[in-house]
């Protein structure tokens, strides 16, 4: 059963940083793709970034653009979201997600049913 499990939340002033991690254990293929949403309180979950399995193609929403980085350390199983200069709207807990792609699949993924396994969410505050 594929697990993961994010760290790095917080709370912060607003032009900080955080650094969200996302371990993932119980996979069956090193083939998968992985996306970073948040959700605010009485609003959707959206996607904030979102890589292919090799790390190689990311998408970013335009609200995040210039400040938050997604990598991948596909020997570790993590994916990472740097957040730099951080703004009271990016308050919400935060969650990533996997799929599994084929190997020839270069493709990431931008709706949350797209996904198939998600983690527990990790709460982001950002003070003005």
């Known amino acids: 059963q594929v697990e993961l499990v994010e760290s790095g939340g917080g709370l912060v002033q607003a032009g900080g940083s955080l650094r969200l991690s996302c371990a993932a254990s119980?996979?069956?293929?090193?083939?998968?793709?992985m996306g970073w949403f948040r959700q605010a309180p009485g609003k959707e979950r959206d996607s904030v970034a979102a890589t292919n399995w090799k790390g190689d193609n990311t998408h970013y929403t335009d609200s995040v653009k210039n400040r938050f980085t997604i990598s991948r350390d596909n020997a570790k199983n993590t994916l990472y979201l740097q957040m730099n200069n951080l703004k009271p709207e990016d308050t919400a807990v935060y969650y990533c997600?996997?799929?599994?792609?084929?190997?020839?699949?270069?493709?990431?993924?931008?709706?949350?049913?797209?996904?198939?396994?998600w983690g527990q969410g990790t709460q982001v505050t950002v003070s003005s």
């Open positions: 119980g996979l069956t293929s090193t083939r998968y793709a």
């Open positions: 997600a996997l799929r599994y792609v084929g190997t020839w699949n270069g493709y990431y993924y931008l709706s949350p049913s797209d996904y198939s396994y």
